[in-house]
């Protein structure tokens, strides 16, 4: 599975942006797809998952809850995430990660818990 975030970009406090996932190379059925965020020098940080057929309810990490929304269409083998509100801390390399539904608890919120990982998107937010 290769995956790519789009979508990042500059964006003032309190604006909003739409990230993109797009998997290719394969079918996304059976997988969870998560959001990370990475600081420069930092651990990829959890943001947000969805399960493969959304019937479980989305995870969001504390500091985006409310303000971002995960979402899914698997007919487009796509996830995106609304983020709202922006604020500078949002400022981050964002990226996605697919993860084997039978290889893990939920919700996945460890970076090693995913399987497949694409390259990031830049998001800032300038205050």
């Known amino acids: 599975v290769q995956l790519q975030a789009s979508g990042g970009g500059l964006v003032q406090t309190g604006g909003s942006l739409r990230l993109s996932c797009a998997a290719s190379?394969?079918?996304?059925?059976?997988?969870?797809l998560g959001w990370f965020r990475q600081y420069p020098g930092k651990e990829r940080d959890f943001v947000a998952v969805?399960?493969?057929?959304?019937?479980?309810?989305?995870h969001y990490a504390d500091s985006v809850k409310g303000r971002f929304t995960i979402s899914r269409d698997n007919a487009k083998n796509t996830a995106y995430l609304q983020m709202n509100s922006l604020k500078p801390e949002d400022t981050a390399v964002y990226c996605c990660?697919?993860?084997?539904?039978?290889?893990?608890?939920?919700?996945?919120?460890?970076?090693?818990?995913?399987?497949?990982w694409g390259q990031g998107t830049l998001v800032t937010v300038s205050s």
């Open positions: 969805i399960s493969w057929s959304s019937r479980l309810t989305p």
């Open positions: 190379g394969r079918t996304l059925s059976g997988y969870r």
């Open positions: 990660g697919a993860d084997w539904a039978s290889n893990s608890s939920w919700p996945p919120t460890s970076k090693y818990e995913y399987d497949y």
